[in-house]
């Protein structure tokens, strides 16, 4: 929750300048590890969770200006009070927690089937639905599930049924043969128009030259 509260003072301190900070951030998150010489493997699992951390206040601060409800102070709350940090399904319900303090009703289905559910993914995947292939439901645009879980516990997520990659290409595959069939069809189509357009230039064409050449008669006839 410590790292929570510094990344909120840096989001606030720099919320109005561009990604050009985005390595000072890093810097002075990494000033606050362990005194310890860090290793290659320490200095990428301290990147991955800055960036998962930062996702989530920047989400966060994005949903505090649009409703108007102190989400990170929520947040910053149960992590206090349950001496750990915010799960998925957590991080769920806090967000769409009402100014009243209900919740609305996606979420208590959620909070619901997670108590039955074997884990917070598989109640979240019930009533939310399959996340899409490199896509994360609940987070807003752009976060991908490698960036707020990392690729092990991507794989292990695909491994356990919350994406099935070969359903997705499926489909993605089903959608590219619609369109080809669409363009074929209108190209078909554009094709068809054209040559009767251009059958009606050249009988229009013709009737002109002969009437051209009919006229020519009379004239040649008128001239003997």
């Known amino acids: 929750m410590a790292k929570l509260k510094r990344l909120r003072?840096?989001?606030?301190?720099?919320?109005?300048?561009?990604?050009?900070?985005?390595?000072?951030?890093?810097?002075?998150?990494?000033?606050?590890?362990?005194?310890?010489?860090?290793?290659?493997?320490?200095?990428e699992s301290s990147q991955s969770e800055f960036h998962k951390l930062?996702?989530?206040?920047?989400?966060?601060?994005?949903?505090?200006?649009l409703e108007g409800i102190p989400i990170l102070g929520n947040i910053e709350k149960w992590e206090k009070e349950n001496g750990r940090e915010s799960g998925r399904v957590e991080f769920f319900a806090l967000t769409h927690k009402r100014k009243d303090g209900r919740y609305d009703e996606s979420s208590q289905e959620?909070?619901?089937?997670?108590?039955?559910?074997k884990t917070e993914n598989e109640a979240f995947?019930?009533?939310?639905?399959?996340?899409?292939?490199?896509r994360i439901k609940g987070y807003g645009i752009?976060?991908?599930?490698?960036?707020?879980?990392?690729?092990?516990?991507?794989?292990?997520?695909?491994?356990?049924?919350?994406?099935?990659?070969?359903?997705?290409?499926?489909?993605?595959?089903?959608?590219?043969?619609?369109?080809?069939?669409?363009?074929?069809?209108?190209?078909l189509e554009m094709q068809q128009?054209?040559?009767?357009?251009?059958?009606?230039?050249q009988k229009n064409y013709e009737s002109q030259l002969e009437d051209m050449k009919q006229l020519l008669v009379q004239i040649a006839s008128k001239l003997q």
């Open 9 to 43: 003072k840096i989001v606030e301190d720099n919320n109005s300048q561009t990604s050009e900070n985005d390595a000072t951030h890093f810097s002075r998150f990494n000033s606050l590890q362990a005194a310890s010489k860090p290793t290659s493997s320490h200095m």
């Open 54 to 65: 930062n996702l989530k206040v920047s989400f966060c601060f994005l949903m505090e200006f």
């Open 142 to 187: 752009g976060v991908t599930p490698t960036q707020l879980f990392g690729v092990q516990a991507q794989i292990k997520n695909m491994e356990n049924g919350g994406v099935d990659p070969l359903e997705d290409m499926r489909k993605l595959q089903a959608q590219i043969q619609d369109m080809q069939s669409n363009y074929d069809s209108k190209l």
């Open 193 to 201: 128009n054209y040559e009767q357009k251009l059958q009606g230039m």
């Open 110 to 117: 959620v909070l619901l089937i997670e108590k039955e559910a």
């Open 125 to 134: 995947t019930e009533v939310i639905g399959k996340d899409r292939y490199g």
